[in-house]
């Protein structure tokens, strides 16, 4: 009789210690916090897309080609060109679209199930569209720093940093420039968020539930956070191209009439260029995004309940 009362005591017990757990809820920063550290790490990776992206027929080709023109025209710290735009960028849009992704999950989710991946995409697209608003101001200066030193000499912008890029672009070409390629830019970041938060959380559980040994522990995250980089890669390829010229492009142009343009062009192949790059970048990216996230929560977890913390 008492070895059946401390039996259930103990599930009663294991039920409300998963109860506790569960109900933890992380700061709504912990997203964009992440992808700041990511983003230091991988942004010599985001400029050489961003170049690829845009050169000129007459610009160096391939990855390698193109790192090697920027440490010879720039040196190591034109690596590092953008950065600022680049970190507000991770504060505006990252913070957003992880905000609101954890917060939609937890609001939705019923605690004794894993979410479905169809209601994972739903609550990521909704999550994505809303950092893409948001992050769009900061995405354009990105883009065009980035850029900025491909450009011929009389068509630089020279912005010195974000602050100052964000300034003369509303006084020089309005508030309107601040959201310029937006609605490509909402519909990539719909894609990569649902693409890269859903699969991740999914190839996560896959794999926590495979049978194959896979433990909430760092190797985990690393597989799940890679797999969801490649996922994501591809099926943001064809609006990252269209975002990238539109944002970097010197005179306004409709979008119906650049595709058709780019087509003309460039045939097909368009969609998929810089591939390579995009997923050497994305990759690092979504692997480093996802490893400090997962830590950030380890770290809270052990502050709030530290027996907690210190299982994972």
């Known amino acids: 009789m008492s070895s059946s009362s401390n039996g259930r005591g103990q599930k ?30 991988t942004h010599p990776l985001d400029l050489v897309k961003v170049r690829l992206q845009t050169r000129a027929p007459d610009g160096p080709k391939g990855m390698l080609g193109t790192f090697t023109h920027i440490l010879r025209s720039d040196g190591i710290l034109g690596l590092y060109k953008g950065l600022s735009a680049s ?17 939609l999950k937890q609001a939705t989710t019923n605690k004794t199930t894993p979410p479905s991946l169809p209601h994972l995409i739903a609550i990521s697209s909704a999550s994505g569209f809303l950092g893409g608003i ?48 937006v609605w490509p830019n909402s519909m990539r970041a719909i894609l990569m968020t649902a693409s890269q938060l859903a699969s991740y959380d999914s190839f996560k559980q896959v794999l926590l539930t495979s049978g194959l040994g896979f433990e909430d522990n760092m190797s985990t995250h690393f597989t799940a956070s890679l797999m969801a980089g490649f996922v994501a890669t591809t099926v943001c390829s064809p609006v990252d191209v269209v975002k990238t010229r539109i944002m970097s492009a010197t005179e306004k142009q409709g979008l119906a009439s650049f595709l058709v343009k780019i087509y003309r062009n460039e045939g097909v192949g368009w969609m998929f260029k810089g591939w390579v790059p995009s997923f050497i970048r994305l990759g690092p990216h979504t692997i480093a995004t996802f490893l400090f996230l997962e830590q950030h929560k380890k770290i809270y977890r052990r502050l709030r309940r530290p027996e907690e913390g210190a299982l994972v």
């Open 12 to 41: 009663q017990g294991n039920a409300k210690a998963g109860r506790g757990k569960d109900t933890i809820h992380y700061p709504f920063w912990f997203g964009g916090s992440a992808s700041c550290f990511a983003a230091t790490v």
């Open 87 to 103: 970190l507000l960028r991770q504060l505006t849009y990252s913070t957003t679209r992880f905000g609101a992704y954890e917060e």
């Open 134 to 181: 948001v992050g769009n101001p900061a995405d354009v200066l990105n883009v065009r720093m980035q850029n900025d030193a491909s450009l011929p000499a009389a068509q630089r912008r020279y912005y010195r940093n974000a602050a100052d890029g964000l300034i003369r672009m509303t006084r020089e070409e309005g508030w309107r420039s601040l959201f310029r390629g």
